[in-house]
């Protein structure tokens, strides 16, 4: 639970969640403050895309809340949860040759009438959203030419476009290069500088240390640890999470974290 | 680009008009249409309005409504290969057609034949089953729907073949079954035609609202719904206008095939694959196609007519096997 109830934007209480008979997640608690930007880490198939899509409202908890300013997104009507998180997926596959400005467009729908095309205050959300993601210079380059450093930045975009109160990013620095990691840092402080909150999953640990300014680590049959990287961040703590014995990896060496 | 397309058309329906067993000088149907002096003499005038005219004009409105189902179906399914044929309704508007004219020849109602209206209800039907197979959980697969529609479209329209062999009512229904099948555009009646161009019309309104979030749904039906994206609602939507599209086009041409894949396709080369923007142009195009391509089927080994479905198909066949080469390398699915 947070100690200060007053500033967390995102409060999850007690989530569970589960398809069919296998449960994902049991009993999930944590939060993000407004204007942070979080990192949430765990082995693979702990459920850390599940829990970003129970916080996104597309999938719905199946005890516990998701809380966003106190209110429950589960009861967000479908155009008000869009307008207020949004989710830059791991993999998005477009079938047909949408440019990059078609696709940021997207991110308006939630604002749009049924008739309405994009008025003035979108076309600037748009621009906006492009700018800041750094990717004007693609906007009329089809979006399946692009390499993947630069979907990772147009997806950005797209989320950026619904100007969200919290953004939730899968996995988002998976398939770049150690330079598009490092650019993709970068744009996730200057994002985090305009007062973006940012809730991503991070699957490289060398990455989180120093970039974010929280960390989640997910863990299967653990509850959640939460806190700075240094404290979450342990020898102990990631071998436990990974099932790995210490000293089998240079994060696990108890003095070679490089941070 | 429209007024372009919009003159092109004008000027097809024209030049169709006019070829033929008997030419129709262009100048005179354009004077007689208008009401002006210097027209056709009465025989003319009869032929132009009974016999020409209806045809063009039911061409063009077969072509259109194939397109835009096409475009609506490509776009729904996320899958540039689809079309009203490969997802069954238009085996089920064949299906329902063929029953009609073996039972229930002599029935007409608002001057549509029993043919037309239960080529309507098959397509309509058959999509409602599709949907209803394709669907688990609340959730509808865009590639299980489409095989789905395919397995039971080719199941619907095989079976039309029985109608051919067991007929009861002899050779004469047998013929006009083996039409429906090859896709011969008829002579509508003038109500008939008008409420066909009247629904045409209806079904383009209704779609263009869907077009924006079709474009949408392009992203994937999750990303659609967090988007706030109505997904199943517009599915269901865009699937009830293109079974209308399709059943109107079959009931005044039979099963055509490949003119809602082909139109669709090469607009979206050219103008990129905004669906807002391809409405119109598609829709234009669409006629313009099969106005010619009928002009053709009627008049390139004159006396002999053959079914535009055919020339279709020799056109289409190869047109398709080329996109799925030139897929190969741009499509990953």
Redesign the interface.
């Known amino acids: 639970m947070t100690a200060f109830p007053g500033v967390a934007l995102l409060d999850v209480r007690g989530a569970s969640f589960g398809y069919g008979e296998r449960r994902v997640l049991e009993d999930v608690s944590l939060t993000v403050k407004q204007g942070s930007c979080v990192a949430l880490i765990g082995p693979n198939g702990v459920g850390k895309t599940t829990l970003l899509r129970l916080i ?3 999938l719905r908890p199946l005890h516990g809340q998701v809380l966003l300013r106190g209110e429950a997104v589960a009861d967000f009507d ?2 008000q ?3 207020a998180v ?2 830059v ?1 791991q993999q ?8 990059v400005e ?2 940021v467009e ?2 308006r ?2 604002y ?1 009438g ?2 309405r ?1 994009l008025r003035r205050e979108d076309r600037e959300a748009v621009e906006w959203a492009m700018e800041l993601a750094d990717v004007t210079g693609l906007r009329d380059r089809v979006f ?1 030419e692009l390499s993947g450093g630069e979907k990772q930045r147009v997806k950005i975009a797209l989320g950026l476009a ?1 100007e969200p109160e919290l953004l939730l990013l899968d996995e988002p620095t998976q398939n770049l290069d150690i330079g598009r990691q490092v650019e993709l840092l970068d744009l996730l402080h200057c994002l985090r500088g305009r007062g973006v909150t940012i809730l991503a999953s991070i699957h490289d640990l060398h990455l989180v240390a120093g970039n974010f300014d929280a960390v989640h680590l997910l863990a299967p049959g653990h509850r959640l640890r939460s806190g700075a990287a240094e404290d979450v961040l342990t020898p102990e703590l990631l071998a436990e999470a990974f099932g790995c014995a210490p000293g089998r990896h240079p994060l696990l060496m108890p003095a070679g974290r490089n941070a | 680009m429209l007024l372009v397309l919009g003159v092109v058309l004008i000027l097809a329906v024209l030049l169709s008009a006019s070829v033929g067993a008997v030419r129709l000088p262009m100048r005179g149907i354009a004077a007689t249409v208008l009401g002006r002096v210097g027209g056709l003499d009465d025989m003319q005038r009869t032929i132009l309005f009974a016999v020409r005219l209806p045809r063009v004009l039911a061409s063009a409105v077969v072509g259109a409504a194939l397109a835009v189902s096409g475009l609506l179906f490509q776009g729904l399914f ?3 290969m689809a079309d009203p044929y490969i997802i069954g309704a238009s085996g089920g508007a064949g299906l329902g057609a063929c029953l009609a004219i073996v039972f229930f020849s002599e029935v007409t109602f608002l001057g549509f034949s029993a043919t037309a209206l239960f080529a309507f209800a098959g397509a309509v039907l058959t999509m409602a089953l599709v949907y209803t197979l394709a669907r688990s959980r609340g959730r509808t697969g865009g590639i299980t729907l489409l095989l789905a529609g395919f397995a039971v479209g080719t199941m619907l329209s095989n079976s039309t073949y029985l109608f051919e062999v067991f007929d009861p009512n002899g050779t004469q229904g047998a013929r006009i079954v083996a039409a429906w099948l090859h896709g011969v555009i008829g002579i509508p009646r003038p109500q008939q035609l008008a409420i066909t161009v009247g629904l045409l019309s209806a079904g383009m309104l209704l779609a ?2 869907l077009m ?2 079709l ?2 749904l ?3 039906d ?9 997904v199943e609602a517009t599915r269901v939507g865009i699937i009830l206008v293109g079974s209308l599209l399709t059943a109107l086009a079959v009931s005044l041409g039979g099963l055509i095939s490949f003119a809602g894949l082909i139109v669709p396709h090469v607009a ?1 080369l050219l103008l ?3 669906h ?1 923007r391809l409405l119109p142009v598609v829709a234009l195009a669409g006629a313009i196609f099969l106005v010619v391509t009928d002009t053709l089927a009627r008049t390139l080994f004159a006396p002999t007519e053959i079914p535009v479905g055919i020339l279709m198909v020799f056109i289409g066949g190869p047109f398709f096997l080329w996109l799925l080469r030139k897929s190969k390398r ?2 990953a699915l």
Not at chain 1, 92 to 99: A, I, K, N
């Open positions: 996104s409202g597309a479908r155009r949860r869009a307008r949004a989710l997926p998005l596959d477009v079938p047909f040759e949408f440019t078609q696709i997207q991110g729908s939630p749009l049924r008739l095309g399946n619904q | 996320r899958n540039p263009y609202p924006r979030r474009n949408t392009a992203l994937g999750e990303y659609a719904d967090q988007l706030g994206i109505r979206r990129g694959p905004d807002v741009e499509y």
